[in-house]
């Protein structure tokens, strides 16, 4: 098994590529281990001293170093932690991968409807390519609220693709849309 590495825009973040399928569908964000239970190769990176996050995309497994771990220290023993699991057989996740695309009814359903697909097909894709993913959190009066994760939370470059990229993309779109604000 080769896996192949890449930087991403966040310099505390590396991406992995196994090629394998780590999740066919769906994302699973680890921001810490306390989190990583239902996952047998989040659990198995996290054993790896200095890491801090692992998340978990269709084709790639993102991981986050702690601010005091190296790289070149850190990364012999993070793809063998990925080898090892893939090679045990486990299950990547146990049970299904919840989705994180929340329901909004009433007057504002058609414009979220337009906000996602627009984030589906337009952003989500360019942002996993950077190893992380931005997930819809809600809409309340123009304002359209995203959750980042992966090698995209904590990334300083974040703030600049929410309110120059996206910002801008959906509010071109969408006239409702007056500004993006990333939650926690």
Known sequence: MFIQTETTPNPATLKFLPGETVLGTGTADFPDASGASTSPLAQRIFSVPGVAGVFLGSDFVTVTKADDAIWDHLKPSVLGAI??????????????????H???????????????????????PAV???????????????????HMQGACAGCPSSTLTLKMGIENLLRHYIPEVTEVRPVG
């Open 83 to 100: 080898m090892e699991h893939y090679q045990s057989g486990a299950p990547v996740m146990e049970g299904a991968v919840q989705s994180a």
């Open 128 to 146: 996993a390519q950077d190893g992380g993913d931005i997930t819809f959190h809600g809409f309340d009066r123009g304002v359209v609220y995203l």
């Open 102 to 124: 929340n329901e909004q009814a009433g007057e504002d359903a058609e414009i979220v409807t337009q906000i996602k697909e627009l984030l589906d097909t337009r952003v989500r």
